[in-house]
């Protein structure tokens, strides 16, 4: 896949049609979600796909804003941070492959866990978040413009708002990193809670590494779990566009004596480039 026409592509739909999955859309989407189920540090996630009847009790979602809804995408991860950010790296790779495939997709963090009873919830484990997915209406629905409009989703945060020099703690310019300015580009324009952005990257030009942090910006978000999902969507993006552009490199994590602490952001993870 041109997976930085895809990510372009990509966009949250909130009102399907009744039609089912197509058998061979399901069948590829079954096969890459199986092919390709571990994630960082190996941990590995099951996702599966679970479709509803008419028969069944339609569960409420974003206080109504999705309508037509009746197949979705989950799996369980650890209740803490690096597995969900391992989760929201694994679902989103799902999440364009969908696209790729013209199937249409939404991602969901507040949905009753209960309404899903086929997936087994261990110990120590959660839901973290959902995908829904089927197909869009040909036209964008008002619905679809109307929440749009009001999480501002087409509107994302300038390049010296996310992107730093390591060491100097300064803006990050395309023209400095030109070889992974297409990655960075691709985090910029990814999907996230509220289209909150938590994401900030600082390149260690020493070293040759990019350092993802997180920035909490909603207190709910941060309190469900949602922030660290929107961590690994970025990293997603990043390695997916960087590979694309033949840029080899391996998700690593620095140890607290390893990398520096700064001002409120919490460390996630280092692109070590190779």
């Not at 974003?62 to 209740?79: A, C, F, P, R, V």
């Not at 109307?146 to 060491?167: G, I």
């Amino acid at each position: 896949m041109n997976i930085i026409e895809t990510i372009k592509k990509r966009k949250s739909c909130r009102t399907f049609t009744p039609a089912a999955l197509k058998p061979d859309d399901k069948k590829d989407l079954e096969s890459y979600i199986v092919e390709n189920n571990t994630g960082l540090e190996n941990e590995v996630i099951n996702f599966r796909i679970i479709g509803k009847t008419d028969a069944d009790k339609q569960m409420k979602l974003d206080y109504g804003m999705i309508k037509g809804q009746h197949t979705y995408i989950l799996g369980t991860s650890k209740s803490s941070i690096d597995s969900r950010v391992n989760y929201g790296y694994l679902m989103e790779k799902v999440v364009l492959k969908a696209t790729e495939i013209n199937i249409s997709t939404c991602w969901v963090g507040y949905f009753d866990k209960t309404y899903f009873n086929e997936a087994l919830i261990e110990n120590g484990s959660e839901i973290p978040s959902i995908i829904i997915i089927g197909y869009s209406e040909d036209k964008q629905s008002y619905l679809d413009k109307y929440v749009r409009f009001l999480v501002n989703a087409s509107k994302r945060q300038s390049w010296e708002k996310m992107f730093f020099n390591y060491k100097l703690k300064t803006p990050l310019s395309p023209e400095y990193v030109k070889k992974y300015s297409d990655s960075l580009e691709m985090v910029r324009l990814a999907p996230s809670s509220g289209n909150t952005q938590p994401w900030r990257v600082f390149f260690d030009d020493v070293n040759n590494e990019f350092h993802f942090f997180k920035k909490p910006i909603s207190k709910k978000y941060e309190a469900r779990g949602l922030h660290d999902i929107d961590m690994g969507i970025a990293l997603s993006h990043f390695e997916l566009t960087s590979l694309y552009n033949n840029l080899s490199g391996r998700w690593i994590k620095l140890t607290n004596e390893n990398i520096a602490s700064i001002d409120d952001l919490q460390y996630i993870r280092t692109w070590k480039c190779e």
